[in-house]
């Protein structure tokens, strides 16, 4: 169980309590996508806490994830680190569904972490919310969330999500 101040992590990332092998997606980008996603004890940033952070970087990192307890400042520490030593000096683009409510919290909490970011987000749940629209047949096939609000978990649902929109939906076309 989680408590107010004390987060999952591991060597290298932030993780969940499942600890299961990661292997992430590749991409032919130049700037990774950092995936983010919180959980916090309700979603007023005036009294609510981080309880859970999870990161995955996409670009071809395939990693081993560990368990471990450590504070808030020393996860924020932890996944500065950890996002530096694979993406140098990039600027990454934060990325996950509703991410902005999580970059909220980094901003209040892990400043130092979400000053790193680009002002560009990847926001799934945008994507998703315009394939609704744009493409409303294709979109019923979306991979259905689990909703167990759990940090990784929701991280690989939104992975698998916008892959399932980039084959699917934003696949190339053939020229004529």
Known sequence: MMFHNKIRLNHTMIVNHDGENLASSSSDYDKPLVWI???MTGLDITKDRILEIACI???GLKEKVLQSDISENDAEKQVLDFIRK???SATPLIAGNSVYMDLLFLKKYMPHLAAIF???IVDVSSISALCSRWFPKERKHAPRKEKN???MDDIRESIKELQYYKE???KSRKSK
């Open 168 to 170: 699917n939906i934003f």
């Open 86 to 88: 694979y993406i140098g």
């Open 118 to 120: 680009s002002h560009v």
């Open 37 to 39: 996603d919180l959980e």
């Open 149 to 151: 609000h759990r940090a």
């Open 57 to 59: 970087i996409t670009d």
